[in-house]
Structures are given as structure tokens and as C-alpha cells.
């Protein structure tokens, strides 16, 4: 039974730090994140969604929209009952998807991450390739896919020196389902071109690139890096396209001196 007298409750709550919403890429999960949920939740609230058809998520049947992932990232901000903006860190097709996010929803957006990803749209022929990659999947299943991707995710020196990593990222690949590949690829496929957003972006940008990107040429990242207002861009030397798992130092450290200026930048406010 309570006794009923008066006291002070001390608490502590990561959940007063700035939220940080982490997107993960095709076809991957929120397991991607690992290294960022371990050292980032001592200067954000880390929430790292596994999207619809991916990972842990149930799949619904294609085809998928980047509003309708955007709409799912969202809606889990305010099942969290999360009011404060957050930064968004979206990872390739995460970043198409952070694109989105902030076109439709400015509100919910205090920073951005851009990494591996571009502002683009698919090219004919690009879009061409996402339709034969769907009928493979949908007569083969997933394994084509990862074998194709694969060899395209890493720096020279993971594949090297890191073959844990790629045994990782090729496992949580292989968990994809067949409707989420296929959805995704449609939602990629007909997804907007960010160009025109580029200048208008009026929150602090932070955009980190590997060196070593096959999937996404460095160019794409420079070319966001000159266009949008705000922006900084770090290179990662021995990375590719994941670089926040290749160089997960280096890519936390980035992610926390840009939180931190964020944060600063709010209580002057
Ligand atoms: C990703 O890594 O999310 C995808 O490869 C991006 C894409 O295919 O455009």
C-alpha cells in the first residue's frame, strides 16, 4: 500500500535527447543500425524502424510508395508520442525516404542525414532494371537479389579484412520477404526527383558518403552537398555503401558533433 508521504522521484530518461529516426537501405532492416543504437543513446533518443516487408515488419502486398513509407516512419513518431522534431538519418533508399519525409511532413524534421543516397530519380533504363529484378524475385525469391548485391555493398578492405560484416549484412538481406523486395523496388522505381527540394531544405544537412560507394557514385553526394543550403558532406575514406557499419567510428562521430550543434543551436533559440 502507498504511505502516502511526500518525496521527490529522481529518473533518469534518454527519452528527453533529441530523437534521431535511422532508415535503413534495400534490402536491408533496422539491424543495420547496431553500432549506432549502442553508441548514439547517450545524445539521442535512437529509433531505428525495420520498414513494412522488412526484417521484423509485416509485409503487405506490392506495390510500396515513398509516401507510404515516409507515412509508416512518421505514424511510429507518433505511436512514440514524439512532439519534438527529429533528425532523420536515412541510408539510400532511407534517404529517398527522408526526401519524402521532409517534403510532406517539414514539421517532424530538425536535421537531416543524407548517407549513401541521391537526389535523383531512376533513369528509363534504371527503372527497366527494378522490373526485371521484381519478375526474378517473384519467380525466384530473394536469393538473386543478394547475390547481385552483395559484391556492390562494401569497400575493397571490408571484404578483406571484414568478412563477419558481410556474413551479416547477406544474412539480414536473406530475411527480406518477397513482397517487401518487390515493394520497395516499386516504390524506388517511381520515386520523385529530390533535385528540386535540394535548395529548398532549410534545416542543417549532414550527408557522409563512403569513398569506396559503387551503388552511389561520390559526385551524387557533392552534388547535394552544392545544393543544399545548410549542408556538410564527410567522406569516409574506407567505406562503401554502408558506412556506417564499415566505419562505424568515424560515422558516429560525425552523427554526434552534428547532434550536438543541433542541440546547441535549439537551446539558443
Ligand atoms: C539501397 O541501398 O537502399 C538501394 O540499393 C538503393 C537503390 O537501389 O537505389
New binding site residues.
Partial sequence: MNDEVDFTLAFQDTCDQIPLLLIH??PLSGAMWELQLEDLDDVARVIAPDLRGHGRSDATPPPYSMQQLAEDCTGLLDFLGITRPAVVCGL??GGYIAFELYRRFPDYVAGLILTATRATADSAEGKANRDRMAETIRQQGIQPLVDAMLPKLFAPQTYENDPELVEFVREMMSHTSVDGAIGALAA?RDRSDSTPTLAQIDVPTLIIHGRHDQ?VPLAEAEAMRDAIPNARLVVLENAG?LPNLEQPDEFNDAVIDFLESIAAEEEED
Fill in positions: 537501405g534495400f539510400s533508399m524506388m551503388i555503401h
